[in-house]
């Protein structure tokens, strides 16, 4: 592909999808893959752009940058989502629908809060804490515990989060170790035996948690996720030994894998737009070994080229666009 390629504005590509995903689309429940080439000066920007979006349209942003994580493994990719996702304000506001659906008043009641939840929804309906709890335990369980769209260890942990915002503390949070199994801190299973999760988050499921974890934003009333995926060091063909993660051939090619493998499911990411910021090298189709670019992985290739462009316009909405 010429590098001589038609661009598009940032400016004018936001808009479109802005006016095409996010205010109806993705807040609809879809989910779509976007790749943008895009200038290392001009990147900056657009995460700021795209993350102000999201803030106005209550979407939660992640940025996630293939420099410090391997790209190439799910579970890393689940874990840097995990670090940024709000956990306890999301099963707060489960909690909250949950109640709001049994016509019990929650105005007023801070999902971002620390305090008991219960007791702060028992409060504002004038009822025992205990009282409001066993009536929300069967709600729980038939709407987290017994959720289809969710991995079963994912959906424990859930439940878990939710239990555990109507415990009093003393002084510490009980469902750190949780928190802990959701973000990498500790990839150990022995500290949320407890809870009757048993399997950790490695590359075999790493992907079905980033989609349980897609689906859980949503079930918490958020419009859906936006993730911005920063791949440019994925293109880099030659080690500069600076610090930061050099990607071999090999890990490249699983890189481009499981992008496709996330094209080919993208019905299963709901409510989620996923953003690939890259450089001009992911787009080189030669499949030589000093290359990095999406020619080494055809499968991928395939799914997000042109496959018909005019010569004096550009689709604004196709899979691959060049950004200016």
Same mark, same amino acid.
């Given at each position: 592909?010429?590098?001589?390629?038609?661009?598009?504005?940032?400016?004018?590509?936001?808009?479109?999808?802005?006016?095409?995903?996010?205010?109806?689309?993705?807040?609809?429940?879809?989910?779509?893959?976007?790749?943008?080439? $895009?200038?290392?000066?001009?990147?900056?920007?657009?995460?700021?752009?795209?993350?102000?979006?999201?803030?106005?349209?209550? *979407?939660?942003?992640?940025?996630? @940058?293939?420099?410090?994580?391997?790209?190439?493994?799910?579970?890393?990719? %689940?874990?840097?989502?995990? /670090?940024? $996702?709000?956990?306890?304000?999301?099963?707060?506001?489960?909690?909250?629908?949950?109640?709001?659906?049994?016509?019990?008043?929650?105005?007023?009641?801070?999902?971002?809060?620390?305090?008991? $939840?219960?007791?702060?929804?028992?409060?504002?309906?004038?009822?025992?804490?205990? %009282?409001?709890?066993?009536?929300?335990?069967?709600?729980?369980?038939?709407?987290?515990? /017994? !959720?289809? &769209?969710?991995?079963?260890?994912?959906?424990?942990?859930?439940?878990?989060?939710?239990?555990?915002?109507?415990?009093?503390?003393?002084?510490?949070?009980?469902?750190?170790?949780?928190? =802990?199994?959701?973000?990498?801190? &500790?990839?150990?299973?022995?500290?949320?035996?407890? %809870?009757?999760?048993?399997?950790?988050? !490695?590359?075999?499921?790493?992907?079905?948690?980033?989609?349980?974890?897609?689906?859980?934003?949503?079930?918490?009333?958020?419009?859906?996720?936006?993730?911005?995926? @920063? !791949?440019?060091?994925?293109?880099?063909?030659? !080690?500069?030994?600076?610090?930061? /993660? *050099? *990607?071999?051939?090999?890990?490249? $090619? @699983?890189?481009?894998?499981?992008?496709?493998?996330?094209? =080919?499911?993208?019905?299963?990411?709901?409510?989620?737009?996923?953003?690939?910021?890259?450089?001009?090298?992911?787009?080189?189709?030669?499949?030589?070994?000093?290359?990095?670019?999406?020619?080494? *992985?055809?499968?991928?290739?395939?799914?997000?080229?042109?496959?018909?462009? @005019?010569? &004096?316009?550009?689709?604004?909405?196709?899979?691959?666009?060049?950004?200016?």
């Amino acid at each position: 592909m010429s590098s001589a390629s038609n661009t598009i504005p940032i400016d004018d590509w936001l808009r479109h999808v802005d006016g095409e995903y996010l205010s109806t689309f993705i807040k609809d429940g879809g989910s779509s893959i976007k790749f943008a080439v $895009v200038s290392d000066d001009a990147l900056p920007g657009l995460r700021d752009a795209v993350a102000g979006r999201c803030a106005a349209r209550d *979407y939660v942003f992640v940025s996630l @940058d293939a420099a410090r994580l391997r790209a190439h493994m799910p579970q890393d990719i %689940f874990f840097a989502l995990a /670090r940024q $996702v709000p956990w306890r304000s999301l099963a707060r506001r489960v909690i909250l629908r949950l109640a709001a659906e049994r016509q019990y008043t929650v105005e007023g009641v801070d999902p971002g809060g620390d305090g008991n $939840v219960f007791d702060a929804i028992a409060g504002a309906n004038d009822l025992e804490s205990q %009282f409001l709890l066993s009536e929300m335990r069967p709600a729980i369980q038939e709407r987290v515990f /017994r !959720n289809p &769209n969710m991995a079963r260890d994912f959906r424990v942990a859930m439940t878990q989060l939710c239990l555990q915002e109507g415990h009093r503390f003393d002084g510490e949070y009980g469902g750190q170790p949780l928190l =802990d199994w959701l973000t990498g801190a &500790n990839t150990r299973v022995g500290p949320v035996r407890q %809870f009757s999760i048993y399997t950790g988050i !490695n590359r075999t499921t790493g992907r079905h948690c980033i989609e349980s974890a897609l689906h859980w934003i949503r079930q918490a009333g958020h419009a859906g996720t936006v993730m911005l995926l @920063d !791949n440019r060091r994925v293109t880099v063909a030659r !080690n500069p030994r600076d610090g930061l /993660r *050099y *990607y071999t051939r090999a890990m490249a $090619v @699983d890189h481009y894998e499981l992008l496709r493998e996330f094209v =080919d499911d993208v019905d299963r990411l709901a409510g989620t737009l996923m953003l690939v910021a890259t450089g001009p090298g992911f787009v080189d189709d030669e499949p030589g070994a000093r290359s990095r670019g999406f020619g080494i *992985y055809e499968a991928l290739k395939t799914r997000v080229m042109d496959d018909v462009r @005019d010569r &004096n316009r550009i689709n604004p909405v196709a899979a691959l666009v060049r950004l200016s």
